[in-house]
């Protein structure tokens, strides 16, 4: 049985109507093509769905069944179509972004603003976490994206570089090398404890790269979850902290010094990590447009820095 759409649109107009002529001239069909389809789908069906006479039409008992299936039925090919064109024009959807805490804060919530009042009626879910668990729901196509650093194997992941974030210390204002214009990391491991960010995290994997480029250990100190509790362990004085500058404006509560650390310098590239391969969906691309303008990360950050300083 091979019915057609066309076809049950051309009886449904033809049943509500009680007219070929009226309902070929609804449909912009000749009268000929439009009895033609009606015949056809009797014939497919092999049942009589009108009673003709020269003078009246009428649905027959199975025609008037399936009136009631065939409208239920091109109503909802109606609803799929006006939301597959709802979604195509961006006026629907849903995205799903991954990204490391500090991106989260300082780069979507403005590209989110955008987003809404442009289109709407695109949801999105944020899910911040770390550099690891980022790579895992973007290529299991849990995320439609990620905010994060470049990643270590790119045969896997698109990566569109966004900023080159330098690594600083940061302690409080008293401390011995809270005005030097920059200091070694052998310098700053020297002067105090090390407050760090935990294992699994890309920054401190950064700091243990940056350790063993330099020949030194990290002292003991705590190490902590999330950027609050470093800033708040380094404002009480109980170490000093080595972080991606990016970082810092989410630590302006904590009142501390920021100075940049070299010898070595370290750096690392943070960008968009997207599933090899993979088109993004339409609501997604709406919202990478937005976040892959001229530098968004950077002009956030000296938003946020110009604030800090009073300007």
Known sequence: MNVTLRQLQAFRAVAELGSFREAAARLHLSQPA??????????????????????????????????????????????VTGNLRDYLAR????????????????????????????????????????????????????????????????RCFSFAPMLVDRFVMLCRHDHPLAR??????????????????????????????????????????????HLATVGALVREGLGVAALPSSTTPLLAFAGLAEVPLHSPRIE???????????????????????LAGPHPIASTLRSMRGRRQGL
Do not use: N
């Open 180 to 225: 030097r214009r920059s200091i070694s990391w052998q310098q700053m491991l020297k002067s105090s404890p090390m407050v760090s960010m935990s294992r699994t995290s890309s920054v401190r994997q950064h700091i243990e790269a940056a350790c063993a480029q330099a020949g030194i250990d990290a002292r003991g100190g705590y190490d902590a979850a």
């Open 91 to 154: 006026r629907r959807g849903r995205v799903v972004v991954a990204a490391l805490p500090s991106l989260a804060a300082l780069t979507l919530p403005r590209a989110l603003a955008r987003l809404k009042r442009l289109h709407p009626g695109i949801d999105v879910a944020i899910r911040d976490t770390l550099h690891d668990e980022i790579q895992e729901l973007v290529e299991s196509g849990r995320a439609d994206f990620g905010l994060t650093v470049a990643p270590a194997d790119e």
């Open 34 to 79: 439009l009895s033609a389809a009606v015949r056809k789908l009797e014939f497919v069906l092999d049942v009589r769905l009108f009673d003709r006479t020269t003078r009246r039409l009428a649905l027959t008992a199975e025609g008037q069944e399936l009136l009631r299936l065939a409208s239920r039925l091109i109503e909802e090919f109606d609803a």
């Open 268 to 290: 690392r590239t943070m960008g968009m990590i997207r599933r090899a391969g993979r088109s993004p969906s339409v609501a997604a691309q709406a919202l990478i447009e937005l």
